[in-house]
T-cell receptor, first 111, second 113 residues
Framework: GENVEQHPSTLSVQEGDSAVIKCTYS??????FPWYKQELGKRPQLIID?????GEKKDQRIAVTLNKTAKHFSLHITETQPEDSAVYFC??????????FGQGTRLTINP | DTAVSQTPKYLVTQMGNDKSIKCEQN?????MYWYKQDSKKFLKIMFS???????INETVPNRFSPKSPDKAHLNLHINSLELGDSAVYFC????????????FGSGTRLTVV
């Protein structure tokens, strides 16, 4: 089955700085790469996704980059704000037709 | 209107009991899922249904039985509850299972005492 690992597991940055979370996966059939944000006590919510024919996608302060050869993709958040504090999950979709979630990265933005 | 709604939001029950969690989506999606999130926040798929047909059944004890009466509903019935079943259970839906973002329900926090 798909092995998915996220790094780091916790990340603390100063407000206004950038944060980067990396996700590595094992299934070479993976072709869809989303990132989910889960605030405390809330549901996971899709914040950005990328498909395998694209190398980078941006949406305001967040971006995702994909390296299919190396089997990893990363979430980039610029100009971080307190409301960015949450747990972030990568969840590549592999050949088994299901999202396999990483273990999560707890991001804390310090004012 | 809530896109994916689960009931109940909280469930506290004794070991050995049988309980059900209900999920409904009004997005017109054809695929629904149950995920379990444990105390360490790991999100693991349990089941997936496409147009009422079971397509994913992970290694889950057979005390857990999903039921999909129609493509807008996916319920989860759990028999003989154990302490280790305590977790947050999330229902989700998507249009197809390829390259589709999932919409999650708000979760059901199950506590077995």
């Amino acid at each position: 089955g798909e092995n998915v690992e996220q790094h780091p597991s916790t990340l603390s940055v100063q407000e206004g700085d950038s944060a980067v979370i990396k996700c590595t996966y094992s299934d070479s059939a993976s072709n869809y790469f989303p990132w989910y944000k889960q605030e405390l006590g809330k549901r996971p919510q899709l914040i950005i996704d990328i498909r395998s024919n694209v190398g980078e996608k941006k949406d305001q302060r967040i971006a995702v980059t994909l390296n299919k050869t190396a089997k990893h993709f990363s979430l980039h958040i610029t100009e971080t704000q307190p409301e960015d504090s949450a747990v972030y999950f990568c969840a590549p979709l592999g050949g088994a037709q299901k999202l396999v979630f990483g273990q999560g990265t707890r991001l804390t933005i310090n004012p | 209107d809530t896109a994916v709604s689960q009931t109940p939001k909280y469930l506290v029950t004794q070991m050995g009991n049988d309980k059900s969690i209900k999920c409904e989506q009004n997005l017109g999606h054809d695929t629904m899922y149950w995920y379990k999130q444990d105390s360490k926040k790991f999100l693991k798929i349990m089941f997936s249904y496409n147009n009422k047909e079971l397509i994913i059944n992970e290694t889950v004890p057979n005390r857990f039985s999903p039921k999909s009466p129609d493509k807008a509903h996916l319920n989860l019935h759990i028999n003989s509850l154990e302490l280790g079943d305590s977790a947050v259970y999330f229902c989700a839906s998507s249009q197809g299972s390829f390259e589709a973002g999932y919409t999650f329900g708000s979760g059901t926090r199950l506590t077995v005492v």
